[in-house]
């Protein structure tokens, strides 16, 4: 929620970035750099967290001397820049370590539930977007008018309501009282052993298998948590095509199609959005990787086994290799989406060329 | 709000062309909502959590069982019977024939000493259930001996009372593992233990299929079991919510919804086609009071706490039907349980009480409380009597891992915590309530007593000589009595038993409610 | 706001006039300018007129309040009441009156919304305008330092903060100030490179002025509209985050009456009880849409480049 409230900014960070230098080879420096601080902020906090690790293994009523075996076990009796070493140069060999809670190698639960949170923020990223930039093109085109108001009051209702708060509402109207939409979960829990999972994403891999009864009840489950990321970004995507769109609006090459007699309709949707379109694909890829990073509130009202809720869940019991594996896998997804859509903004604005 | 809503019904209209109509859970398939999310292992070596246990207990079979109704009741499951030796040091115990696991081995003596041996030697957190009979890692192969096909003797340090070795044999640690399966997936010598985690090896009604973590676990039926069993798979979804679980059992998605509110209860329970079905467990909420707190430390503060409670308030409403009061340590149904109830909500008596101790005018004090809504919500009620006495309560919340980090480090003033009793012998609690072999802060064992700095030396040698007193109504005089000390003067506001209630569809029958977390049975469930 | 000005023909005339006579007049006149354009702003007056009214709810909620907010009734009989004129907004799980805990809870909602700034803000300001200014390595390691806690999910990070603090509304605060701290970074250093080389800088600096002299009183003063702005853009945000962290149990304390653990308390009501849990959410709509409806009228008032 609050991921999608604020924070967008990164499109001029990664800018910052590349000023000045073009130089892939500090760019990759500088990424790594920013990981690795990732990691260590990570590190430290889950080392200061007044949380004993070992608990989550041997639970409560373990005898002592199993207890401190595990504890040797788990490395924590080394000293912790020893411990941090051992975890870097692990992740570098390509171990993200194993999962205390459940007990597989992080890097196969990330499998598992990356795709969910994929599958979820791609779908509310293309609500957003189909809804978003038509609103935005109208509001800014009709400024000023009732239809303008009507977009910054919807923008701006997105930004204020609690999400968890609106998804309990949404449960309880759309699913328990009209029945429309599928429950919790991906999947009625019929359906979920007649899928192997290729991608893991649900709706692909029954698209792919033309499994279409499971297809449709995956949508009757997305569609709610969809709609309501949707709205989020939609807010986010509609607010701000209108401001390209009034600066494109009110440069030079409009009013000389307009002069050369260009149909409005032309001008605007052919013109002047084909222009707003390159900022645009920035404040995009900004709100996707701001969902994706793992709506923790929405995954925790909708029962959904994504990125975010398994790094909470972690969290809360110290479960230290999954917590650094989850947030590595954020960083580098942040980091990149913000690099590719720098390097799109440069490929197409004329501007930075 | 009304855009918001627009919009949504836009969504949920798009999404109605195309729905398909409900599902309804198949004929043979038990799918029940649960927070499973505490699974961490599936090896009955290992296996602590409330839910793991349910699901070993329902996938394997242990030498010795219990009659549900009557705990007092034991007979062999895979033990066909049992002779002690003179001395009362040796058990011999007789395997029962033409048991089959779900792969298809027979089950045999060989098999049950190598569980036992398997569960020793891997030394996990529940193993000391075993070791508390002289076994270690390195005797166990001369102690525990296969003495025939079907026949084997298990030999003990001391001579134990029989019934509390045999209770400790009904616990999950030691079920009966398939020793042919388990070992083709030994890697370095662990036993099987790394595969089992995941894996099935039992001869129970059920086999372990699949266990996803944090999403569901998903168990069938295995086809060699006597008799056959019905349900041909049993799902348990992970579902955090209860009122999401609510829902879905509402809208006929789920057949069973297990973890739900007081509220959530009495509105199903209207309901045509639910049925609320429920059974006492062992477990107890009680106050843990730490020593260490100069105004705790009073032995007239302790007892005005418990009059500052209002027992009977929170079981109607904020527990109602969720716990019954019950105030000494050893839960009913185990052998010796004090079912008095002395205290209950006297705020004039706790006053004096604490004139008494000096502190008339009260004093501030804080207490950590698990975020869950039960233990929050009996949390804010007791603030709210304790403070009619003058008694500021401060509640610091926080996860149930961390609350627990930091009672285990004598860390707090008041703990407000669950325990449930690891086995149907009444050591089990009188180990921990009333026994502290050694106060010091680097002790090696931290049972409750420990954990609220209680030195007792006295009750810690009582505790630790029932154990041998073979004489079933003498040790239950002793454990009485042990009850009423912790009671008068002990450090622990103990106040409620725990009840464990489901709400299932009407179609389900026979789920069984057993009375500790490993014996809810559905082995011989069916829906109709 | 300089709405408390007497609104005198004099006045008025003083604030207007074209040719101030002093730096003063001159400052007050643009924020009556300001303030004129803000007033034309209906949706941004309806922000205003919430966000006042949360202060004098928060300031007069002993008066407001018709009952405790802490202590409840009888469990047995007064326990989750639905609205009435006895309990305007219901009862609550404890028996406790829910409009007075919304009342009280403003308190802790504007708590939260003034430290975290407090905190904040300077932080960011002072990260960005030295970052920007000074350049070079230094620039590069804070910019670092501000990327990765960019790169964190925000409601993560405040998790994590307030597992290693422990819970309670300070660490709370603690926590969402350490993860509110970087956008601000980002615009003021933005901010601070458009303004590095103009001529009145290379002016101050041929003066003698030290850099620190040269960042707290000709840079910062600058920087300053755009960051207020995206602070108050960012108020709503930091209640949703509050709430959220309350909602995940982990804010305030009970029996603390915020609004986030209020509906994270009802949530398992919702179903039966539905205000335990819904008035508390229109509460927190409420009042981050007034945040958000000013927010966003300032931003076309202060900051011209961006209402577009």
Redesign the interface.
Known sequence: ???V??????G??TR??FSGLGAIGRVLS?VA???L??LA??FF??R?????PV????????????YE?VREEMGLHLPVWQQFAIYVTNVLSGDLGT??????PVAQ?IA?YFPATLELATLGTL?GTVLGVPLGVLAAVRRGHFID??V???G??G????????G?????????N????G???RL??????MLTPVTGMVLVDAALTGDW?VF??A??HI??PA??L??FSLAYISRMTR?FM??EL?QEYIITARVKGVSEQRIIWGHALRNALVPLITVIALSYAHLL??S??TE??F?W?GL??????S????DMSA?LGG?LV??VV??AINILSDLLYRLFDPRTR | ?K???A??AA??????T???T?????DD?L?MASQI?DV??LDPAEV??FSAAEMVGNSYERLIGYDLDDVSDIFGVVAESWEVSEDGKTLTFTVRQGKTFASGNELTAEDVVFSLQRALKL??????IL?QFGFTADNVEEKIVQTGDYEFTFEMDQAYAPTFVLYCLTSTVASVVDKDLVLEHEVDGDLGHEWL??NHAGSGPFAIRQW?????V?MERNEHYEPEVPLARV?Y?????S??QR??L??G??DIARDLGPEELQALEQLDGIKIQSGVKGGLYYLGLNQKNEYLSKPEVRQALKYLVDYDAIADTIMEGLAEVHQSFLPTGLLGSVEDTPFSLDVERAKELLAEAGLAEGFSITMDTRNTSDITGMGEAIQQTFAQAGIDLQLIPG????T???Y?AREHDIYIGRWGP?YQDPHTNADTFAANPDNSDDA???PLAWRNAWDIPELTKKTQSAILETNTEERARVYEGLQREVMDRGPFVIMFQEIEVMAMQDNVNNFIIGPSFDSNEFGEASKD | MTGTFERTQTLREWLTDNEPSSRTQARFGRAYLSWRSLSRNP?AMLGLIVVVGLILVAIFADQLATQSPFIGGDLRTERLQPPSAEHWLGTDSQARDIYSRLVHGSRLTLMIVVLVTVIAMPVGLLIGTVAGYAGGWLDSVL??????????????L????V??L?PGIENAIIAIAIT?W??YA??A??ETLTIRNSDFIAAVRLQGASTPRIIARHIMPLCLPSVIVRVT??M??II??A??LG??GLGAQPPMPEW?AM?ASG?QY??DY?WV??MP?IA??VV??G???LG?GLRDVLDPK?A?
């Open positions: 929620m609050s991921s409230n604020s924070g967008y900014e990164g001029g960070r910052a970035l500088m750099i920013t990981i601080g990732l902020v990570t906090i889950s200061v967290v007044p949380i004993d608990l989550a293994v041997v639970g409560d009523r373990a005898p002592p001397h199993v075996r999962s205390v809670l459940t007990s597989r639960d598992r609500i108001h009507l910054r009051v919807v701006l209702v930004y204020s309501a609690p999400i968890f708060w609106l309990l509402l949404g449960l309880l109207v759309f699913y328990a009209l029945g429309w939409v429950g919790p979960g009625d829990i019929s359906y979920e052993y009864a449709r009840n949508i009757s569609v709610l709609s309501l949707g709205y401001s009034l600066n009110s990073e793992g923790v509130l925790t009202v029962a086994p975010g809720r398994y790094i909470t869940n969290l809360q019991n110290a917590v947030t954020i960083g942040f980091v | 709000m855009i918001v809503k919009l949504l969504g949920a209209i798009l999404a109605l195309l729905l398909p409900r599902a309804v859970t198949p398939t799918v999310d961490i292992t602590f959590e030394d996990l957190s529940p193993a000391f070791t985690k995941r996803r973590p944090n999403e569901a998903v799902i979804q992970h579902v955090p919510e009122s999401t829902l879905m509402e809208q998605d789920i996860d149930g891992a961390q627990l980090t930091k285990r690891d090696a064992a931290k | 949706l910019m670092r330092i501000t990327d990765i806690f960019l790169a964190f999910p925000r409601l993560i405040a998790l994590a903060f597992a290693a422990g509110a970087p956008p980002r615009i250093r933005a853009l960012d709503a945000g949703l985050t709430a959220g909602f995940l986030g509906i949530r919702i179903i539905w849990a819904t959410g927190i709509f981050s849409l945040f958000n409806l966003d961006a577009r």
